[in-house]
Every structure is written in structure tokens, then in C-alpha cells.
T-cell receptor, first 115, second 115 residues
Framework: DVKVTQSSRYLVKRTGEKVFLECVQDMDHENMFWYRQDPGLGLRLIYFSYDVKMKEKGDIPEGYSVSREKKERFSLILESASTNQTSMYLC??????????????FGPGTRLTVT | AQTVTQSQPEMSVQEAETVTLSCTYDTSESDYYLFWYKQPPSRQMILVIRQEAYKQQNATENRFSVNFQKAAKSFSLKISDSQLGDAAMYFCAYRSAGGAQKLVFGQGTRLTINP
């Protein structure tokens, strides 16, 4: 089974801190994604990556950056955390190709609180 | 840009009954994929069912089936013989057939199963 893990389930940070959220997948997937989930808004795409060292902005990239130095790992960085970044963050991965089911596999999520 | 709308924030159903969750989407594309994802309380998001837009036949997975109306841009999920384990947030999602594999999600519907 595909496994996507995230470094923390719960995280509390102070305003202005630099925050790192880590995501690791074990299925050699090319594509990785970071979403944030807010009540009434569903999931919104922050950034995604389709290859090592490649990244593309999603719908709400402001205040975030990402890093993908290895295929299995995709990091989300909050350069200077703000209270409006309090949210649930979900990582996902998927593969590309003729046998792909186009399914995205999700991690358990990190609930980040910025105080 | 594509949008996905779930107009039912909450739904409830009696155990063993049938429930239908609604989803509409807006796109100018002719080829795409639609998904229903399930997020149980405190558990990871998983794929429930997938529909390719070029297929006229509605997808079915055991007790889960969809009613895909391409012209109306509607994609509802029917859950038959509801079970307590079906209680979850359900998200409808859209993905273009070409280009990046990013998903566009609806706002979600919280489904409660009454014993």
C-alpha cells in the first residue's frame, strides 16, 4: 500500500516563526502536492511538484514556499508564520503514466495553530 | 478556471438507508476526471470512486455509485445501505485530463449516519 507520512499531527507555533512541514511518500511517485483544508472552503492547493527540484504554484501560494530535494520528500515552508495560516495541511502524492489510476494518496494531515 | 460546488454542508441518513450527495462543477474542458474522496474523522482521506468524462456509463464501487450528467455538469454520489463506517466528510474533486494532475475540490459535505 502507498504510504504518505507527515512529520507532525499537531503543531503550535508563534507568529513570525519559520515553520517546516515535512511529507514523505514511499511509492516512488513523481507528483507531490500540498493543500490546506479549512471549514467551508474544502481543500485548496498551495504548491505542487512533478519532479525533483521542480515546483509550481497552486491557487494560494502567498506566504509559503516548498522544497523538493529528493523524490520521496516534499517540504512546505512558512517563512514567517501568521495567525491566518492556522489550518489543517494535507500532503498528497500521485504517479503518472498509462497505468496510473490518477488517484492522489493523502497523508494524515498536520493541524497547525499559529498563536 | 474550474470550480466545484457542493451545496450541502451537512447530510444525515438512517443506517441501511440510501443517501445522495450533490456536486456540480464548472469547466470549459471536454476531457477530465471527477472523484469522490472520503475523509473519516481523524483519519486519512481516501478515494471512493472515480469517473472519466469520456465514459457515458456511471461508475460503481460496491455500495457507492455516481450519477454523472455531463451536459448538466453534475456528479452526485449515491451511497446505498448506509453503514456507520460511512460517516465522514465527503469531497468532490475535478482534474483536467491533460497538464498537471492537480485537483480542484468542493467545499465538502459532512455525512452523519444515524443508528
Amino acid at each position: 500500500d502507498v504510504k504518505v507520512t507527515q512529520s507532525s499531527r499537531y503543531l503550535v507555533k508563534r507568529t513570525g516563526e519559520k515553520v517546516f512541514l515535512e511529507c514523505v511518500q514511499d511509492m516512488d511517485h513523481e507528483n507531490m502536492f500540498w493543500y490546506r483544508q479549512d471549514p467551508g472552503l474544502g481543500l485548496r492547493l498551495i504548491y505542487f511538484s512533478y519532479d525533483v527540484k521542480m515546483k509550481e504554484k497552486g491557487d494560494i501560494p502567498e506566504g509559503y514556499s516548498v522544497s523538493r530535494e529528493k523524490k520521496e520528500r516534499f517540504s512546505l515552508i512558512l517563512e514567517s508564520a501568521s495567525t491566518n495560516q492556522t489550518s489543517m495541511y494535507l500532503c498528497a502524492s500521485s504517479t503518472t503514466g498509462s497505468l496510473s489510476s490518477y488517484e492522489q494518496y493523502f497523508g494524515p494531515g498536520t493541524r497547525l495553530t499559529v498563536t | 478556471a474550474q470550480t466545484v460546488t457542493q451545496s450541502q454542508p451537512e447530510m444525515s441518513v438512517q443506517e441501511a438507508e440510501t443517501v445522495t450527495l450533490s456536486c456540480t462543477y464548472d469547466t470549459s474542458e471536454s476531457d477530465y476526471y471527477l472523484f469522490w474522496y472520503k475523509q473519516p474523522p481523524s483519519r486519512q482521506m481516501i478515494l471512493v470512486i472515480r469517473q472519466e468524462a469520456y465514459k457515458q456509463q456511471n461508475a460503481t464501487e460496491n455500495r457507492f455509485s455516481v450519477n454523472f450528467q455531463k451536459a448538466a455538469k453534475s456528479f452526485s454520489l449515491k451511497i446505498s445501505d448506509s453503514q456507520l463506517g460511512d460517516a465522514a466528510m465527503y469531497f468532490c474533486a475535478y482534474r483536467s485530463a491533460g497538464g498537471a494532475q492537480k485537483l480542484v475540490f468542493g467545499q465538502g459535505t459532512r455525512l452523519t449516519i444515524n443508528p
